[in-house]
C-alpha cells in the first residue's frame, strides 16, 4: 500500500531489549545472527506489527546501535539479519532500560514533536543524570 512508515519508538525500545534478551552466542563466544522471523516470535513484541518490527530494527541498524546485515534469498527476497548489538547500542539500552527514564524520555520528546533515535537517546540521558541527581546528597 506504499503508506508512510512511521517509527514506533516503544517498538525500537522493546526490539533492543528483545535482541539483548534472545541473542545466544556460538562455541567462540560470537553471537549468532539473530532473524526477524524470530523477532516476530518474542512475546515482548507480541503487540507490534511485523512492519513496525522490521521498520525499526531497519533504523535501528541505519542508526548504528544494530548491526544487521541483509541476506538475500529467492522465497523473501531479502531478509533482514542482527549481527550484533554495536557498543553504542548498548549504551542506548542502558539509557532506556528503566521504565520510569524511558516514560519521561517520551514525554519530552512528543511534547518536542521529535522522534529520531539518536534524539532520544540524549533526552533519555539527560533524563537519567537529573534522576541521579535527586540521590546525591
Known amino acids: 500500500s506504499g503508506g508512510y512508515m ?6 525500537v525500545r522493546d526490539g533492543l531489549l528483545s535482541v539483548e534478551e534472545n541473542q545466544t552466542l556460538n ?36 542508526a548504528g546501535l544494530l548491526k544487521t546485515n541483509i541476506k538475500w ?8 539479519v542482527i549481527d550484533d548489538i554495536s557498543y553504542e547500542g548498548h549504551e542506548f539500552i542502558e539509557k532506556i532500560r528503566e521504565p ?24 533519555a540521558e539527560k533524563v537519567a543524570l537529573s534522576f541521579l541527581e535527586s540521590f546525591i546528597p
Open 6 to 11: 512511521k517509527l514506533n519508538v516503544d517498538c
Open 27 to 62: 562455541n567462540n563466544y560470537k553471537p549468532i545472527p539473530l532473524t526477524l522471523e524470530k523477532l516476530y516470535r518474542v512475546a515482548r513484541l507480541a503487540n507490534y506489527t511485523k512492519c513496525d518490527i522490521s521498520y525499526a530494527v531497519e533504523k535501528l541498524g541505519e
Open 73 to 80: 534469498n529467492l522465497l523473501t527476497n531479502h531478509v533482514i
Open 100 to 123: 520510569k527514564i524511558w516514560k519521561k524520555t517520551k514525554d519530552i520528546s512528543s511534547k518536542a514533536g521529535a522522534f529520531s533515535i539518536k534524539l532520544l537517546g540524549t533526552i
